[in-house]
């Protein structure tokens, strides 16, 4: 029995595309992550979120493609949001200092 | 009283797993609490990627050595490999976190250094026949 120590599961409907992720996101996963992520990142006429709340670890790798997911839909004018931060992850986020950039939806800082 | 664990793994993205656990397993003993080991796990994941990242480049993956050393202080872990020689001096100077002006030019490997840097007491660095980090915590006053 092969264990998924991370998971992620897409939902799309007429409001938002949304990547949820869950277990532990660490480099052997990350490829897989950007190849999921990549058809989505550029679709303008939605938003996009990430939901974190079964998000048990994550490393620079990670945090890594979030900030470039930022960067690209910044760059397209494009909505993305992160929702749902454990609050392991957002001390992650803090120190970082990534916080500042993420917004959770509700024009709060994430 | 000092004792030390080791822990020898191919320098693969797959086997991080297990270095987590293991440092569970032993700073949970210790008494370390879970937010301290939580820093830890992120420390020794940024150290173990360099090595997998960067060590054994162009050639067959290495061997990831990992020390752990419990003493009355608490623990350091060392984290070696016999590849290329990780250049910390060029890369200290990298060590960068995100701010304001910086989102455009983040460099995601001077986060995993800042990060590690940031979750551990202290973080040294020895070049020879390969590299060896130490990172420490201590189990209390840090």
């Given amino acids: ?110 | 009283m000092k004792d030390r664990i080791d822990l020898h793994i191919p320098a693969k993205a797959e086997y991080l797993h297990l270095v987590r656990l293991t440092l569970f397993g032993i700073a949970s003993d210790i008494g370390y609490s879970f937010e301290q080991i939580e820093d830890m796990k992120v420390a020794i994941g940024e150290a173990c990627n360099n090595v997998i990242l960067h060590a054994y480049r162009d050639k067959e993956p290495g061997i990831l050595k990992i020390q752990f050393g419990i003493d009355d202080q608490g623990l350091n872990i060392h984290i070696k490999d016999e590849g290329i020689s990780f250049n910390y001096e060029s890369m200290i100077n990298k060590s960068t976190n995100v701010h304001e002006d910086s989102l455009s030019d983040i460099s995601i490997g001077g986060l995993g250094i800042y990060m590690m840097q940031a979750l551990m007491d202290e973080v040294e660095v020895r070049n020879y026949h390969g590299t060896e980090i130490i990172l420490t915590k201590r189990l209390r006053g840090s």
Avoid at chain 1, 38 to 47: L, M, S
């Fill in chain 1, 1 to 110: 029995m092969k264990v998924m120590r991370f998971n992620m599961d897409f939902q799309e409907n007429n409001k938002e595309y949304v990547f949820f992720l869950s277990g532990e996101l660490d480099l052997s996963v990350a490829p897989q992550l950007r190849l999921a992520l990549e058809p989505i990142v550029n679709k303008t006429d939605k938003p996009m979120i990430i939901n974190l709340k079964d998000l048990t670890y994550i490393d620079s790798t990670g945090i890594g493609i979030i900030i470039s997911v930022l960067k690209l839909r910044r760059e397209i004018k494009s909505s993305f949001v992160v929702r749902e931060v454990p609050e392991s992850i957002k001390r992650l986020f803090d120190l970082t200092g990534i916080s500042g950039f993420l917004c959770d939806g509700t024009e709060n800082p994430v």
